[in-house]
Every structure is written in C-alpha cells, then in structure tokens.
C-alpha cells in the first residue's frame, strides 16, 4: 500500500485530520463511517487550567473527509479512570464519554474511544484493513509469521468496553517498547505513534507486509463464459438495486473451489463488513431460499423493536457468473475488493475486482 503522507502541520491535531483522511481514502483500510484515530495534546481550559485532552474520531463523520470539528475533546483524566472499572454497560459508557466531553455541541466520541486511552502515545490510527484481517481470519492466524514480535495481538471481543478490558490487561504486559501496532483478531489494526505521521508510516508499513505475504499465496483460474441472460435475469429477480459484476482471475479461482459453500459461509472477515455483505453470500443462483434463509435467521434472532432489512442478498457467489455485488446506491460498491477469510494458510486469498 503505497504511503500518501504528503505535510507535516504546526498543530497536531490537523496532523491527525490529515492521517484520518488518508486513511479514510483507502477503501481497503475502512468503509464508509469506519476507522477511528486520535491525538492527545495539552490545552488550556476557559478557567486557565491545563487539561490534557484526548480528541478522538466522533460518531457520524468519516474519515475520508472528516474536519476539525468531527472530534471530540475528552479529559484524559476522567478518561483513564474509567477504564480501570470492572465492568461498564457500553449505553452507561457513551453516557460517560460525553460527561467527560469539553464541548457539549461535539459529536459523540467513537464507541472505541477507551483503546485509544489505554494506548499511551500521543497519536493512534485504527483501520479494519482487509490484508490484516485476512491474516487473522484463518484456521491458524498467521500474525506472528508475518509480524514477529513486533505487534500485540488481542483476541476477538465486541468493540465497547468489554473489548477495552480485555486489552488493558494484555497491554500491561506486553506494550513494550519495540511494539508498533495492536492487531485485533477478526477486527483490525491499531498502531501508535509519537505524531501522526509515525503512526501512519507504521500502519501502512504492517498493511504493506501482509499484502506481500497474501500477494505469495494467492492463486488464480482462468474465467468460464457465462450467460448474459442469467446476469439480467438475477438483476431482475433482485429489483431496483445495483448489481456488479466481478470475474478477475483471484475472484473466478476462489469461486471455483470445490469447498467453496464452507469457506465463504462463515461470516464477514470483520463486523463492519455486514452492513454491506449481510451475514452470508448465497451460493449459486437460488435467491428464493436465500431470501427464506434470511428471514428464517432474522425471526430467530429479532429482539423487541427490531426491523428486519430486506431479504435479498448483497453478495452471490457461482463458479460461472464469478462474484455479483449488489446495492442500493453506488456507494455500497464504492469498495472495490471483498474479502472472504478462508480456512488455511494455502488457501488464502484477496479478492479485488
Ligand atoms: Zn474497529
């Protein structure tokens, strides 16, 4: 992944919107609305008090062309003592992360803000990067193969403050000095730095690796005809969305596998892909049981209030027609890769169309 740092600013927090739009322009590092980042500084409070500050991403702004005022200031003091509870109910958290708000008009701050506390340097970049979590989404991570010691590795934990405990007490022994990043199984990338740019270098730097690693172990198969009446038949069946098409050798080989119904069917690589991919592609062309399947799951798992999406797939996979994606705007294609984490380490692959 090539590395766009460009200027560095006098004040650190425009150093920090710069390294989030960076970020926020690779479509293989976040979707739209994902990722967060922050600085710590120092500022002077309306009373003439020093307060060290925490500005952190804030919820409804995306990185891509977030300003200034998409961050929110938090007191790191109040901060660093909620991190120490036990236990903290993510709804009473966010209650808690705006009482510690110095400007009571900012966003809300990022439901992943305390990671960022618990990372003592001054700037912390987090992406969802597809390459990263292709290493982690494997039978055998392949992590340490790719990054020796040099990252912290958490294990799976909903983002909230659950996730934020678990890391505190992995932190406390292992964010040593040499460490440059924090790789979160099924989930993403953390790294940290002295400044923005530092922890950009290192972001792209750990991304670049593990597309090098994937880059040695992708395999290809050559595209198979397909009709171009079963295409508008589906773009039919579907309505009124958009449906694209992808056949790139990566794509046709991994759909041309003969285990192909197991390893695409076991969930997105991360849990922010699943507002785009839903939970599973449907394999072949049978949308009817796909859309049975869907409401089969959703009766099984609705709480009180929740309203079921419609039935139809995001993603269809089938060794003729290769990969379809399918949206409402154009803006749900605006990524165009998808990553489907497979079972081994031979196996692994990167769909990018
Ligand atoms: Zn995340």
Not at 2 to 20: H, I
Request: proline residues 7%; aromatic residues 6%; glycine residues 6%.
């Amino acid at each position: 992944m090539e590395n766009r740092w460009t200027e560095t600013y006098p004040d650190p927090l425009d150093d920090c919107v710069q390294a989030s739009r960076l970020l926020g322009a690779e479509p293989h590092l976040v979707l739209h609305g994902g990722g967060n980042t922050s600085v710590k500084v120092t500022v002077q409070d309306i009373t003439g008090e020093q307060v060290e500050v925490l500005y952190v991403k804030g919820s409804g702004w995306d990185l891509a062309t977030i300003e200034r005022p998409g961050f929110a200031p938090l007191r790191l003091d109040r901060l660093r003592q909620l991190v120490q509870l036990e236990e903290l109910p993510d709804s009473r958290m966010m209650n808690e992360l705006r009482c510690a708000l110095l400007d009571a008009k900012a966003p809300d701050p990022s439901v992943e803000t305390l990671m960022h506390v618990l990372l003592p340097h001054t700037s912390v970049l987090h992406s969802h990067s597809d390459a990263v979590i292709t290493l982690t989404n494997q039978r055998e991570p392949l992590v340490k193969a790719v990054y020796g010691d040099k990252v912290v590795v958490v294990p799976y934990v909903m983002p909230g403050f659950k996730l934020a405990r678990v890391a505190a007490e992995i932190f406390q022994n292992q964010l040593t000095d040499g460490i440059v990043g924090v790789v979160l199984m099924n989930h993403g990338l953390f790294t940290f730095g002295d400044t923005a740019k530092e922890a950009y270098d290192r972001h792209i730097q750990l991304v670049t690796e593990a597309e090098a690693y994937i880059g040695q172990q992708t395999t290809t198969a050559e595209a198979n005809p397909a009709d171009p009446l079963t295409i508008a038949r589906i773009r039919k069946e579907i309505g009124p969305m958009i449906v694209s098409r992808h056949r790139d050798p990566a794509t046709m080989a991994f759909v041309n596998r003969h285990d192909l119904a197991d390893v695409a069917t076991r969930g997105p690589a991360t849990p922010d892909h699943i507002i785009r991919t839903k939970r599973v592609p449907l394999i072949g062309r049978d949308i009817d049981a796909f859309r049975r399947d869907y409401r089969q799951y959703f009766a099984a798992n609705a709480t009180d209030g929740l309203v079921m999406l419609d039935p139809e797939p995001r993603v269809i996979l089938d060794p003729e027609l290769g990969m379809l994606t399918i949206g409402k705007r154009a803006t749900d294609h605006e990524r165009p890769g998808l990553i489907l984490s497979l079972g081994g380490v031979s196996s692994s692959i990167l769909i990018d169309s």
